[in-house]
């Protein structure tokens, strides 16, 4: 996707991106529906999903399903633990996502040379070691037989905010063995001219790959999410509210974090101890200088926020509470025990967002430890919250996330990419949770458990639904996409297997959208595909 803006002079972040495809935020909340599953998971011969024919099958599957969106996790290039909330750049797309079958329709790569890779061996599972080292090569072969250096010289400078860092971020990684950047010589780690300009001739082939890979990513993607919403699809994406401290966001933009003189941070992100966790949750982030980000009026968040919504129709922001107050551990800390709350950007930041993007679709992620104050800020800004159903049978208490307490302006899921399958988490609770499901939902098996659940989401007052994949194939624990505060082979690792979007699933999903209000109104000319009938101007009932 070409990105068309000029930068303001006051700031490397301008204000003047193009938009696309962001309904009003009185609006876009209407009624709706839709399934979570990231891009990594779907089928593919090449071992990780890509945005290829896998990925419109999927869409054809949803469009079947009467869903109106598909979420995805962030698609930003992983780092430690392979992560997607740990990405080297919050703007640049992971290569492993681009379509090798596009690329040889394309001239770029030869089929023999796909048949000559090894993918992994174990089909429901991404093994990212073997990936990379099967994809890169390939990639590299396609930068050597592309021609379109006009195309790729525009989009870099339709994208110079962030591009040219990332580019030569990541060839400098490979220079040094791919050690983070603050392990970099001084001249570099600071970004002291000379060194820059030093590098920038040493590497230029090499930076120009880097350029390359996000040229075709974006061209790829927004080939993908034209299909979609040509077929009724919006695509929700997902922004970290934090970047990876071995990022090339960090390494450009020391200033916009918590750094000391040499750039190393002062302090980290996590979250405090709780009922889950003695220890809470050490990120290792490094956080951002508000007061410094409010002078510029947010420009580099306001660049990012607007870049996302080009990509993607609606956007989740992760971990919203800590635009309120954020927990800050002392950097070093092996544990998240020694934290201390400070106060986040709140309605400032909210109101710079509201007025430089009007009516962006945003879903803001509010789980976690909530307190009146983020309460209030949530509400303020009109943005819609986020429900889980796992979370509100606790036995003894009333929780707000039983369905007769839930509201409009939200959106309910069963569980999130965080969270146990819906299966794994019946067959883990306790007795009394379990009991309090049953009774509530009244059902018997954990079979039945499991569409009780999606029933009672989709049935909800909420104004979206989004269910796991995961849970309308009934799959158990082995199919989690992530366990919070472990680094595993299973976590970011699932995969769907090829074949199980059948005609059958899709029209049981579709007759539960429909009963339950959520499917949009039928198409003029699909309804007279469907009927063999002559359609008149009238629209079209719902479902």
Not at 58 to 85: E, I, K
Not at 158 to 167: C, F, H, K, L, P
Request: proline residues 6%.
């Amino acid at each position: 996707m070409l990105l068309t803006w000029e930068p303001t002079p006051a700031s490397p972040f301008g204000t003047e991106r193009n938009v696309i495809n962001v309904p009003n935020k009185s609006s876009w909340m209407t009624r709706q529906a839709g399934i979570l599953l990231p891009v990594s998971s779907l089928p593919s011969p090449y071992g990780f999903g890509s945005f290829g024919k896998a990925a419109r099958e999927w869409v054809d599957f949803l469009h079947a399903a009467r869903q109106s969106c598909w979420q995805v996790l962030p698609l930003g290039p992983t780092s430690f633990g392979n992560s997607p909330y740990q990405s080297y750049s919050a703007f640049a797309v992971d290569p492993l996502y681009m379509d090798l079958d596009l690329l040889c329709e394309e001239g770029l790569l030869s089929e023999k040379r796909l048949k000559k890779a090894k993918w992994g061996g174990e089909p429901g599972r991404v093994d990212y070691d073997a990936v990379r080292a099967a994809k890169e090569p390939l990639l590299r072969k396609a930068y050597e037989n592309f021609k379109k250096e006009k195309a790729l010289s525009r989009f870099c400078k339709q994208n110079a905010d962030w591009v040219e860092d990332y580019a030569l971020f990541m060839a400098l990684k490979d220079q040094h063995g791919g050690v983070p950047w603050y392990q970099w010589e001084e001249g570099l780690r600071l970004r002291q001219p000379a060194a820059i300009k030093a590098a920038k001739k040493s590497l230029a082939k090499e930076a120009g790959y880097y350029a390359f890979t996000q040229y075709l990513c974006y061209k790829q993607w927004e080939k993908l999410k034209k299909y979609a919403n040509k077929k009724g699809v919006r695509i929700v994406g997902d922004a970290p509210i934090y970047v990876s401290a071995d990022s090339a966001d960090v390494w450009a933009h020391p200033e916009l974090f918590q750094l000391d003189e040499s750039n190393l941070p002062t302090a980290v992100a996590g979250c405090p101890p709780d009922a889950f966790s003695e220890d809470g949750q050490l990120w290792g982030n490094p956080l951002y200088r508000w007061d410094r980000m409010e002078e510029d009026g947010y420009a580099w968040w306001i660049s990012r926020i607007k870049a996302n919504l080009e990509m993607f129709d609606v956007l989740r922001i992760d971990h919203f509470r800590g635009f309120e107050s954020y927990w800050a551990i002392p950097y070093g800390d092996e544990t998240a025990k020694n934290g201390k709350w400070r106060k986040g950007p709140g309605m400032s930041f909210v109101k710079a967002v509201n007025q430089a993007v009007p009516g962006a679709a945003i879903i803001a992620e509010d789980l976690g430890m909530l307190t009146p104050a983020v309460h209030r800020l949530l509400k303020q800004s009109g943005y819609p919250g986020m429900k889980v159903l796992q979370f509100a049978f606790s036995a003894g208490e009333e929780s707000s996330y039983l369905p007769h307490n839930l509201e409009r302006n939200a959106v309910i899921y069963t569980g999130t990419h965080d969270n146990d399958t819906t299966r794994g988490w019946l067959d883990a609770a306790s007795l009394q949770d379990l009991e309090k499901a049953r009774d509530y939902l009244g059902f018997e098996t954990p079979e039945a458990g499991v569409w009780a659940l999606i029933r009672a989401a989709q049935a909800s007052v909420c104004g979206l639904c989004v269910i796991p994949m995961q849970d309308y194939l009934g799959l158990g624990p082995q199919a989690r996409i992530n366990a919070p505060s472990t680094v595993g082979p299973h976590n970011w690792s699932w995969r769907m297997e090829k074949g199980a979007c059948t005609k059958e699933l899709a029209k049981k999903i579709a007759r539960l959208t429909v009963i339950t209000g959520r499917a949009e109104m039928e198409d003029t000319h699909e309804r007279k595909r469907r009927t063999g009938k002559k359609v008149g101007r009238k629209k079209a009932e719902r479902g």
